[in-house]
């Protein structure tokens, strides 16, 4: 399957409420990098966790890590209804292509008003 | 200062027409990469690119399909005589050479669809 698996594949939830995304990934890691994507629009990048880290915060946003399971969590706490947007997960291997992003397939996070 | 130019946004051509998107990296970025996303898909790794030189065209697909970044002017991805599964939106991303491991700035894309 695929590197940088994300699940859940769609989350619905309400304002004010937090998201948990989660991320799954097969190869050793230089860095794992969260983006998110507004309908229709370009990636706008949130968040790195280089491999050598286990948390990382962010204003709303935090990122964990564990190397020993491959995977990845984003949560997002106190949603708001402009949170609403496709979260992909992407690695950079830790091998000779350190420069090429794996994504997922991503979450796409409804938050309701 | 300007983020990733794309151009166009959307482009409509006929199967057999070729198809030319156009990608100008943010100004100090000399490191440029184009992206494909499938509907429903995350992005892939298309090819990676410096002025004038490809470094790693793995992702690209054998035939139809070529990438420039000439010393002067914007990053071109080329795809020649288009079928409908080149349909997808093809994002071009950059970055400092400082930078090479870490963060790619991502242009709005660009929407191609082949009828």
């Known amino acids: 399957s695929q590197q940088g698996e994300e699940d859940p594949q769609a989350l619905s939830i309400q304002e004010g409420e937090n998201a948990t995304m989660n991320c799954s990934y097969k190869?050793?890691?230089?860095?794992l990098q969260w983006y998110r994507q507004n309908s229709g629009r370009g990636l706008v990048h949130l968040i790195l966790i280089r491999s050598n880290e286990r948390e990382k915060h962010s204003g709303r946003l935090r990122v964990t890590l564990d190397t020993s399971k491959k995977s990845s969590s984003l949560l997002i706490t106190a949603s708001r209804a402009a949170d609403t947007a496709s979260y992909f997960c992407a690695t950079i291997d830790s091998g000779g292509s350190n420069y090429k992003l794996t994504f997922g397939k991503g979450t796409l996070l409804t938050v309701n008003p | 200062n300007a983020g990733v130019m794309q151009n166009p946004r959307h482009l409509v051509r006929r199967r057999g027409q070729e198809a030319r998107l156009r990608c100008s990296p943010m100004k100090g970025h000399s490191h440029v990469y184009w992206y494909r996303q499938l509907p429903e898909e995350g992005l892939k790794f298309m090819v990676y690119l410096q002025k004038e030189n490809i470094i790693d065209e793995s992702g690209m697909p054998k035939e139809r399909f070529s990438a420039e970044f000439p010393k002067e002017g914007p990053s071109i991805l080329r795809i020649q005589q288009v079928v409908r599964g080149d349909s997808a939106a093809y994002f071009c991303?950059?970055?400092?050479?400082?930078?090479?491991?870490?963060?790619?700035?991502f242009g709005p894309g660009t929407r191609l669809t082949v009828t």
């Open positions: 190869t050793s890691i230089n860095n």
């Open positions: 991303a950059s970055s400092p050479q400082w930078a090479v491991s870490y963060e790619q700035y």
